[in-house]
């Protein structure tokens, strides 16, 4: 054990044992005056724009909104009508013993998919000769879209090719669909029968009631938890006729249409879907002092 004086430290003993030095006097603080000095701030090129300022929200601002404070009863945990519970609740009858299928098809608003495949049909047929699609195999053009956006490859017929590699997913989709059939599909699918009046009094008409389909149908199928998720998201574009489109240099995929969605912090699943920047304006958008942001907040997690 040594003693040990440094000329930085004046007055001040350290005790050094062998590799290591531990100070032994009262810890004394010194605090510095710092200095103010004027600086400009720049705007990161990612921030929000100015009506969407987190501090400037006020969900209190119009009607059927009123400032107060809300007081749960834990001993009400098992109400159905309250939000006690911190999980969410699943609206499926025997869901432990469901196949992933039954999971599919349950999120799945079907009577809207019915309604989007018997636009396609006649969009299609107005065009020339069409075999129309059915539900069956509209379901099975779903699922190889959704394979396709999971496992990449460089060329769209490369799913349509029996492969030997080992690093590559190793499928034929032409045991499911043709390739043509496919492309087919893809080329005529609309959510909605294209309307050039319809496209300038809405720009967003293709989507729009799908939005409100898969709302409606989420409220039917979770019974949100007591914390809720809210976060944008994008829709890439890939280079074809997008209305709406915004960029947005933090995502991604900086360029596409962007959304507003809520989301269950339980279950992660998304519960609802609002658009940014609507051209066309919605409930709450045109209330005295209301800000972009805030109506989009309102609209998402209105009862």
């Known amino acids: 054990m040594y003693d ?5 430290a004046n007055g001040h003993i350290l005790k050094l ?9 009262p810890l004394t603080t010194l605090v510095t005056q710092g200095t103010v000095i004027n600086a400009t701030i720049v705007e990161a090129e990612d921030a929000v724009d100015e009506d969407e300022e987190e501090e400037a929200i006020d969900l209190t601002s119009s009607r059927g909104w009123n400032a107060g404070e809300a007081c749960i009863d834990s001993r009400l945990g098992d109400s159905v009508e309250g939000f006690a519970s911190l999980n969410s609740r699943l609206m499926m009858n025997n869901g432990k013993y469901a196949s992933s299928l039954d999971y599919f098809l349950f999120f799945l608003p079907v009577d809207h998919f019915y309604s989007i495949i018997h636009n396609t049909n006649l969009y299609a047929r107005s065009l020339g000769h069409w075999e129309d699609i059915t539900f069956h195999e509209y379901l099975m053009w779903i699922a190889l879209l959704t394979v396709m956006t999971v496992v990449r490859h460089g060329d769209r017929k490369a799913y349509w090719r029996q492969d030997q590699s080992f690093f590559l997913m ?7 669909m043709s390739f ?29 009631s799908t ?13 949100p938890g007591k914390y809720l998720v809210i976060d944008d998201s994008m829709n890439q574009w890939l280079g074809a006729g997008t209305p709406n489109l915004k960029k947005v240099p933090r995502k991604l995929h900086p360029i596409g249409q962007e959304f507003k969605t809520l989301a269950d912090n ?4 998304i519960l609802r879907v609002d658009t940014v920047s609507d051209p066309c304006p919605k409930e709450f958008d045109k209330d005295p002092g209301m800000k972009k942001l805030a109506a989009t907040v309102k609209r998402l997690v209105k009862p």
């Open 4 to 8: 040990v004086l440094l000329d930085e």
């Open 17 to 25: 044992n062998e590799d290591s030095i531990k100070y032994v006097n």
């Open 170 to 176: 190793n499928v034929d989709f032409s045991q499911y």
């Open 180 to 208: 043509n059939r496919f492309s087919d599909i893809m080329k005529m699918h609309v959510f909605e029968i294209p309307s050039k009046q319809a496209q300038e009094l809405d720009p967003l008409y293709q989507i729009r």
């Open 211 to 223: 939005i409100q389909a898969f709302n409606d149908h989420m409220a039917k199928c979770i019974i």
């Open 266 to 269: 339980h279950c992660y699943c």
